[in-house]
């Protein structure tokens, strides 16, 4: 199994261009999440989803979209970049449940120039 | 809101111990550990459930209060291999929702 799998891995991008990042898991896991990690401010949850078709918003939502149309694949879409954006992103699933262990992709590092 | 972690950094030499504290202003139903290395993705060390026992295995383990709202995590006779930043994940009324702290960052030196 490939567990959580993000692409890219390494990103650039110019202020107010566009992108998606990928995340998809093969453990058929209902619940999946976004998360950006900053230097001391630890991981901050933007999105997250119960299951297809289901998404609310997290801490920090501001500047980004997502959408749940299978229970595989959880986008993040930035639709308007900005230099703030410029992080490590993180896609983590688990199985439903509160005694359920989150499986993290690899991160996306992303820049904003 | 995501919970608030202390200390924000640990210094030890191996063998030492340390206790990494993890508070919440929401009722919780379970707090989460996990470590991340430089460079990698956060990796999974236990849960702790309300109405749980405490957890551990080899020489880390945790608590959770949950009159306090609080967990602490306890790292015993550190080794090398410690060194990392240890987050607290907290899971409230919202299913699905699972909320980290801002880390603390261990180091272990010979």
């Known amino acids: 199994n490939a567990g959580v799998t993000q692409t890219p891995k390494f990103q650039v991008l110019k202020t107010g261009q566009s992108m998606t990042l990928q995340c998809a898991q093969d453990?058929?896991?209902?619940?999946m999440s976004w998360y950006r990690q900053d230097p001391g401010m630890g991981l901050r949850l933007i999105h997250y989803?119960?299951?297809?078709?289901?998404?609310d918003q997290g801490e920090v939502p501001n500047g980004y979209n997502v959408s749940r149309s299978t229970t595989e694949d959880f986008p993040l879409r930035l639709l308007s970049a900005a230099p703030s954006q410029t992080s490590v992103y993180f896609c983590?699933?688990?199985?439903?449940?509160?005694?359920?262990?989150?499986?993290f992709g690899q991160g996306t590092r992303l820049t904003v120039v | 809101q995501q919970p608030v972690q202390s200390p924000q950094a640990v210094i030890l030499r191996e063998g030492e111990d340390a206790v990494i504290n993890c508070s919440s202003s929401?009722?919780?139903?379970?707090v989460h550990w996990y470590r991340q290395k430089h460079g990698e993705a956060p990796v999974f060390l236990m849960i702790?459930?309300?109405?749980?026992e405490q957890k551990g295995h080899d020489k880390i383990s945790a608590s959770f209060n949950e009159k306090k709202q609080q967990s602490s995590l306890y790292l015993t006779a550190s080794q090398l291999s410690y060194s990392g930043t240890y987050f607290c994940?907290?899971?409230?009324?919202?299913?699905?929702?699972?909320?980290f702290g801002q880390g603390t960052i261990l180091t272990v030196h010979p």
């Open positions: 983590a699933s688990r199985a439903p449940g509160q005694d359920t262990e989150a499986f």
């Open positions: 453990m058929n896991h209902e619940y």
């Open positions: 989803s119960v299951g297809a078709g289901i998404t």
């Open positions: 929401k009722a919780l139903y379970s």
């Open positions: 702790l459930l309300k109405g749980g």
């Open positions: 994940g907290t899971e409230s009324t919202s299913y699905g929702k699972l909320t």
